[in-house]
């Protein structure tokens, strides 16, 4: 994290998906506030991983909060035999706030779907103390709050997704669920099918079969990481 005073990106031009967290906060008005909370931003290439001890979660920021300006980032664990699983994945506009996450612990890693945008910010009271940024420091704080429980939300359904009895059961209840957040019917997952199947805790080649015949019923086209679903009964 940067010291106070200081930040590494242009508090001006933050993409639009910013204005849910700072949509509040005159553009002009913008980096002192950001300033006060003690931000940063974080560009991460595909691939990239932060741990969870570098984070930034404590130190002499207290609390910081992660939300994900644009990009995927997944939440990984990888046991003592080498076996990964993924824990959850956040898109653009979640908020990553691991002590109130109760799906995730202390030993896993954030690591980019493709290239995302981190912007890191202290929410602590004992650490943001300018009088004159409290109004907007207070409308940030609610606005995360917001932005988190809609997360949460997202990563529940994801665990109720994985307590189906079936590959193509859990298959199905992602791409309708992930269709659904989005609207439409197309979903493109930002996980390749090694990295599906660690998500969904199933064997690779038992989520291919499932993938052929599913495409074979004429329930859903699969190219690649992108599903559309093709039978209205879905």
């Given at each position: 994290m940067m010291r106070k005073?200081?930040?590494d990106f242009d508090a001006t031009a933050l993409p639009s998906s910013a204005d849910a967290l700072l949509g509040d906060i005159p553009v002009e008005k913008r980096e002192g506030v950001l300033r006060c909370m003690h931000a940063d931003l974080r560009v991460l290439p595909e691939g990239a991983a932060l741990l969870s001890s570098t984070l930034g979660m404590q130190g002499e920021q207290g609390l910081v909060a992660g939300f994900v300006l644009s990009g995927s980032l997944r939440a990984e664990r990888i046991d003592e035999?080498?076996?990964?699983s993924i824990l959850g994945l956040f898109s653009e506009g979640a908020v990553i706030l691991p002590?109130?996450?109760p799906l995730l612990d202390d030993d896993w890693n954030l690591v980019a779907c493709c290239e995302s945008r981190l912007l890191r910010i202290s929410i602590s009271a004992e650490v943001v103390r300018c009088d004159r940024c409290m109004r907007y420091v207070?409308?940030?704080r609610?606005?995360?709050l917001t932005a988190l429980a809609k997360t949460n939300q997202q990563l529940m359904s994801r665990l109720?997704?994985?307590t189906r009895r079936?590959?193509?059961e859990k298959v199905l209840a992602l791409v309708r669920q992930m269709a659904y957040e989005l609207g439409g019917n197309v979903v493109d997952l930002p996980l390749n099918r090694q990295e599906l199947a660690d998500f969904l805790l199933v064997d690779r080649s038992a989520l291919s079969r499932?993938?052929?015949?599913l495409r074979k019923e004429g329930i859903l086209s699969v190219e690649r990481s992108r599903f559309e679903i093709l039978s209205p009964e879905m």
């Open positions: 005073g200081e930040l035999n080498g076996t990964r002590q109130d996450t207070s409308a940030v609610g606005n995360l109720m997704i994985l079936t590959t193509r499932e993938l052929s015949n």
